[in-house]
T-cell receptor, first 115, second 113 residues
Framework: SQELEQSPQSLIVQEGKNLTINCTSS?????LYWYKQKYGEGLIFLMM?????EEKSHEKITAKLDEKKQQSSLHITASQPSHAGIYLC???????????????FGQGTTLQVKP | KAGVTQTPRYLIKTRGQQVTLSCSPI?????VSWYQQTPGQGLQFLFE???????NKGNFPGRFSGRQFSNSRSEMNVSTLELGDSALYLC????????????FGPGTRLTVT
């Protein structure tokens, strides 16, 4: 069973619109990471969240981790065609340690931005 | 600094054959992790090598194996290929295995016919 659930699976938005992608875990997260992937390519690290209630922003992308550290959201403001791709949330598998070289991932959300 | 490189980028094999994929990490990185990405199962961890030793392993059959050389380059081998092994195989390197500090390569697209 998938330990990280992402929603929606896919999203088509008009350029300039805002959007939100969610990532939910049944267990407390001890490190939640957001990545972007162009189809058929490697992952690009976007942001890391570790503390409950934490919020980080980079350009027009904002990520939040809820207080219980079981849900994260990724929000894109005024979307652009360059935002198109697959967004994946990832988490450390092992409690209390991130030195494992191992991440578990959500299924991914495919974003299309129509000009 | 050169990024993570993977060779070959694309590969077509027949059921029953074996295949070897290569990953060259960023210079100075000692940890290499391998992941399999498929439309059905998503991105799944295969194994991690650190200083030539397998340190972590995911839930994959023994047909999937790997190794790491003294220069940190890593190879992944899949024996007796099955149709379900068709996937994008990604490797990621980091200095000491810290998960969020991994840099991902572009992947090898394996198609099994």
């Amino acid at each position: 069973s998938q330990e990280l659930e992402q929603s929606p699976q896919s999203l088509i938005v008009q350029e300039g619109k805002n959007l939100t992608i969610n990532c939910t875990s049944s267990k407390t997260l001890y490190g939640l990471y957001w990545y972007k992937q162009k189809y058929g390519e490697g992952l690009i690290f976007l942001m890391m969240l570790q503390k409950g209630g934490e919020e980080k922003s980079h350009e027009k992308i904002t990520a939040k981790l809820d207080e219980k550290k079981q849900q994260s959201s990724l929000h894109i403001t005024a979307s652009q065609p360059s935002h198109a791709g697959i967004y994946l949330c990832g988490a450390d598998k092992v409690l209390g340690s991130s030195n494992t070289g191992k991440l578990i991932f959500g299924q991914g959300t495919t974003l299309q931005v129509k000009p | 600094k050169a990024g993570v490189t993977q060779t070959p980028r694309y590969l077509i094999k027949t059921r029953g054959q074996q295949v070897t994929l290569s990953c060259s990490p960023i210079s100075g990185h000692r940890s290499v992790s391998w992941y399999q990405q498929t439309p059905g199962q998503g991105l799944q961890f295969l194994f991690e090598y650190f200083s030539e030793t397998q340190r972590n392993k995911g839930n994959f059959p023994g047909r999937f194996s790997g190794r790491q050389f003294s220069n940190s380059r890593s190879e992944m081998n899949v024996s007796t290929l099955e149709l379900g092994d068709s996937a994008l195989y990604l490797c990621a390197s980091s200095y000491n295995g810290v998960s969020h500090e991994q840099y991902f390569g572009p992947g090898t697209r394996l198609t099994v016919t």
